[in-house]
T-cell receptor, first 121, second 112 residues
Framework: NAGVMQNPRHLVRRRGQEARLRCSPM?????VYWYRQLPEEGLKFMVY????????ESGMPKERFSAEFPKEGPSILRIQQVVRGDSAAYFC???????????????????FGPGTRLTVL | GENVEQHPSTLSVQEGDSAVIKCTYS??????FPWYKQELGKRPQLIID?????GEKKDQRIAVTLNKTAKHFSLHITETQPEDSAVYFC???????????FGDGTTLTVKP
């Protein structure tokens, strides 16, 4: 049972270029979360997606950043016109959280991918 | 939104001693509290979690306690070993909302 997969593991971009980060959740997981981790800092929530829906994007900058999780294929975090301050590790996590079910003890355990380390030159 | 504070930011102990890391949260609706261990250059890995209907949970040398009234929870590691050295993150979540809010991390160093 493969875990959460992310690619590429390392990405180097020049200022102004676009960065595309991919995340394939664990089998059976339909909920994906993206976090950013600056060097020697904690994990900051960016966006939470379900298939074809953005549930919560409150942590994602309004400009240059976008995320999607299509019906088929991986989730993609896209950063346009990258700047040096975008250099960070970007982690994706997936969870088996149940649909918002009444009476269910939903499980929010999140499984993290290995991360993509983005370096902007 | 939710705010999670974690203390201390660094912790150094001798091998065999205990280590305690504390976190507080602000949103009384939060009901799920995981702890993650992150080694240098690697992904965060869940080591233990606790839900709001439980006050304490133990797994071998690791235990977590939760005080919902005071809105704080703690990680306890007993008989520490050098391989416990890592950054530890607490988090809080409201399970139906999905996202977790993380503390800023504690760098634990266990000296042999």
């Amino acid at each position: 049972n493969a875990g959460v997969m992310q690619n590429p593991r390392h990405l180097v971009r020049r200022r102004g270029q676009e960065a595309r980060l991919r995340c394939s959740p664990m089998k059976g997981h339909s909920h994906v979360y993206w976090y950013r981790q600056l060097p020697e800092e904690g994990l900051k929530f960016m966006v939470y997606l379900q298939k074809e829906n953005i549930i919560d994007e409150s942590g994602m900058p309004k400009e240059r950043f976008s995320a999607e999780f299509p019906k088929e294929g991986p989730s993609i975090l896209r950063i346009q016109q990258v700047v040096r301050g975008d250099s960070a590790a970007y982690f994706c996590a997936s969870s088996p959280i149940s649909p918002l079910g009444i009476g269910k003890d939903t499980d929010n355990e999140q499984f993290f991918g290995p991360g993509t380390r983005l370096t902007v030159l | 939104g939710e705010n999670v504070e974690q203390h201390p930011s660094t912790l150094s102990v001798q091998e065999g001693d205990s280590a305690v890391i504390k976190c507080t949260y602000s949103d009384s609706a939060s009901n799920y509290f995981p702890w993650y261990k992150q080694e240098l250059g690697k992904r965060p890995q869940l080591i233990i979690d606790i839900r709001s209907n439980v006050g304490e949970k133990k797994d071998q040398r690791i235990a977590v306690t939760l005080n919902k009234t005071a809105k704080h929870f703690s990680l306890h590691i007993t008989e520490t070993q050098p391989e416990d050295s890592a950054v530890y993150f607490c988090a809080s979540a409201y399970t139906n909302a999905g996202k977790s809010t993380f503390g800023d991390g504690t760098t634990l160093t266990v000296k042999p």
